[in-house]
């Protein structure tokens, strides 16, 4: 097959959930695939170590899409043209978004709808875009890749999508995250928590992450153990941060509150497995691979029962109302307190693990396109 691909999230050092889901299926797809030619669409100049192989050619697409108005002429025209010269079998798009004006069928993977239960945490301009046009993407895709059965489910009941014309994909860790040495544990917590133990959170300075009452949360378990514990913010800052800014500064321990930004992979690695726990409790998920990732790395977790974490999860982590700061507080506490709690949850999210493979996921993405050529082929 001719396979064109939205690549533009494959950004060297920035790859978050989407990047990552693309560059670790892709990569796989392209190994396995010999067969298959791989037509790479990028929106700005890539780096070599995105083309995985001698059956990828990439082609840069002006203007760089990060804006609505330049995501429609992105996808609009540039793509557009650009399938339209190649013919490709198949189109296929890791970020939510698709063209409408091409013949060739399109595969495209839906991570979640949270702009539709959430659209007061987006932009203005970014928002009318996606409710716009993402039931339109559902509609003109010959088949829809969802990262979660929450988010195949969301789109039946959202978009109304036939459950059939939809392949759930989950998403994993990379291999590198592994649990950490205690001599590795003890550098670690010497290097970022100035030698004292800590909570993680990982992720995007974002509303729908829920910083506000894990900040909340985590002052009230401070002033309820008057413990040395840290808690440690590793992430970048995302669109309108701005209450989270403001929750920070009224913080009693701000002082036990330390801002990493983005740290390396490896740094990552060693947070989580010197951590006491990654306490992750967004409002909205399609999946949540700071879950997998903290349990790849024996770290155990603290995440939300609503939408796909307790999926993801599964029987390894603390479920918490993320609404509720005393419930949030309260798994803290007892994750301080009980060291043998610890172990049991790290023990039950390395079970956990089994259920997520970057090999299987790239081979059902890989099934899913080829059931979508199938599918085009088919007379009406």
Known sequence: MKIAVNTRFLLAGRLEGIGKFTFETLRRMVANHPEHEFYFFFDRPFD??????PNVKPIVLSPPARHPFLFYIWFEWSVSRALKKIKPDVFLSTDGLTT?????????????LAFEHYPQDLGFIVRKYLQHYTPKFAKASERIVAVSEFTKQDLVKTYGVPARKIDVVYNDASDNFQPATEEEQKTTKQKFSHGKPFFIFVGALHPRKNLVNLYKAFDKFKRQ????????IVGRKAWKAGEISDTFKQLEFQEDVICTGRVSDEDLRLLYGSALANVYVPTLEGFGIPIVEAQKCACPVITSNVSSM?????DAALLVDPFNINEIAGAMQDIWKDHGLRIS???????????FSWDKSAEKLSESLSKAVQSASKPN
């Open 225 to 232: 153990s008057r413990c040395e514990a840290k808690l440690l």
């Open 345 to 355: 949850l790290a023990y039950l999210g390395r079970k956990n693990l089994q259920r």
């Open 310 to 314: 307790p999926e993801v999860a599964g």
């Open 48 to 53: 070599k170590q995105f083309i995985f192989g």
């Open 100 to 112: 409408l004006c091409t013949k060739v069928p399109r595969v495209t993977v839906m991570h979640d």
